[in-house]
């Protein structure tokens, strides 16, 4: 009876490690899905949007200028954050305000990425905390589930004036 049930509890225990490696490795590398909050990606997504984030576009380095991503926070590490691509490693990038007279403009070190919200006037985005490392991106969001009359893929960046092609 002791054997029965010893072989029953390390049958489950073997199914649930089988398992719980096929899901970490379907959400680590495939992708999954992401509610989306704050309101630093307006109009582009509102706060409460459910998101749909593939995995493999950071492993094969495949991210452009323009692709939204989902970002470890650079500020805290704990939380991720949700930002347009505006510039890529070797990119010349506007590093002021649009309310600034006096424009700056920088470089994206090698292993970087610009990033910054499409509500430039309600977004903490590297405009503050600088470039970000390229290993901090987790994903690049493909299309938006919810609501339902926003599903599909999502629209171009109302910024898109902001990326600099020197």
């Given at each position: 009876m002791i054997r029965n049930v010893l072989g029953k509890t390390f049958r489950f225990l073997g199914y649930t490690v089988q398992y719980g490696c096929i899901a970490h490795c379907a959400f680590e590398y495939l992708g999954g899905i992401v509610v989306c909050s704050g309101p630093s990606m307006e109009p582009t997504i509102?706060?409460?949007?459910?998101?749909?984030?593939?995995?493999?576009?950071?492993?094969?380095?495949?991210?452009?200028?323009?692709?939204?991503?989902?970002?470890?926070?650079?500020?805290?590490?704990?939380?991720?954050?949700?930002?347009?691509?505006?510039g890529l490693e070797g990119d010349k990038v506007c590093t002021s305000n649009p309310s600034d007279f006096l424009k700056s403009h920088s470089y994206v070190p090698k292993g970087h990425v610009w990033l910054e919200g499409d509500n430039l006037r309600n977004s903490t985005d590297s405009r503050c905390y600088g470039p970000v490392p390229y290993g901090l991106i987790r994903g690049r969001i493909c299309f938006k589930i919810w609501p339902l009359n926003d599903f599909g893929f999502l629209r171009a960046s109302p910024n898109s004036h902001r990326f600099l092609d020197d």
């Open positions: 509102q706060n409460s949007d459910i998101v749909f984030s593939e995995n493999l576009s950071r492993h094969f380095y495949c991210i452009r200028k323009g692709d939204i991503v989902i970002v470890k926070s650079p500020n805290d590490p704990k939380s991720n954050i949700c930002k347009r691509v505006i």
